[in-house]
């Protein structure tokens, strides 16, 4: 989402900013969110920006003045991910073992999915087709996929150590997992929720992101200041 000529990267400390980028890496602006920022997304008129320090979710619209909406969600948040049409946006909370769900047009929590098999709750997708929300949690070693419209937990997939992000191709039937503590990541088959290979990366895997073609998985490593 967002205007394709722009990056956002959330700098996480006291100062609480997200720097808007150009795609040569320019710096063209920075953004006041509050403090420790740390999951970001777009969709074709907001910026949000996870708010770890003040527990919120920043909404902020993507032109000057950016007049921020801050938005209490639940405690120790990290991700956040919005569903393909932009109306929903969901933040994983981690010490509360949830994620809240945002509507975007009201700028308000409508609902918390608080169920079994979130632990830990970190880094999140949406499918393509906005119908399931899959997970990490970083406690447990697995991820849960839960459906968006009844906010339930589906399947629980167990993964390698210390999973952290997730990402889908866009046709959705494959996820990639990082692992932060197993140096890898897990390839999963969405129809049958199952791992179907586990592929080695560099030291502490962290983003994960997938290519507009479906044929690239691009990992940020983190000991190593590598990509794979």
Excluded: C, H
């Excluded at 619209?61 to 393909?84: D, K, R």
């Amino acid at each position: 989402g967002g205007p394709d000529s722009r990056i956002y990267i959330t700098n996480n400390n006291a100062s609480g900013n997200v720097a808007e980028l150009d795609t040569n890496g320019n710096l063209v602006t920075t953004i006041p969110v509050g403090p420790n920022p740390l999951g970001v997304a777009v969709n074709n008129t907001d910026l949000f920006a996870v708010v770890a320090g003040d527990a919120k979710l920043a909404q902020l619209q993507l032109t000057s003045p950016f007049g921020a909406a801050l938005i209490p969600v639940g405690t120790q948040p990290q991700y956040v991910a919005l569903n393909p049409t932009g109306t929903r946006a969901y933040v994983s909370n981690f010490s509360d073992n949830s994620v809240s769900v945002i509507d975007t047009a009201t700028k308000t929590v409508v609902s918390t999915i608080a169920t079994a098999g979130l632990n830990g709750p970190d880094g999140m997708v949406v499918s393509p087709d906005g119908s399931r929300l899959y997970v990490t949690n970083g406690l447990t070693n697995t991820v849960s996929v839960i459906d968006t419209a009844t906010r339930a937990v589906t399947a629980t997939i167990a993964v390698g150590d210390g999973p952290n992000a997730v990402a889908v191709n866009p046709a959705g039937t494959t996820l990639f997992v990082t692992n932060d503590g197993g140096d890898s990541v897990s390839v999963i088959d969405t129809a049958t929720n199952t791992v179907t290979d586990t592929v080695t990366v560099g030291d502490s895997p962290q983003a994960v992101t997938v290519n507009a073609a479906g044929d690239r998985v691009y990992v940020t490593n983190y000991d190593d200041n590598t990509v794979s």
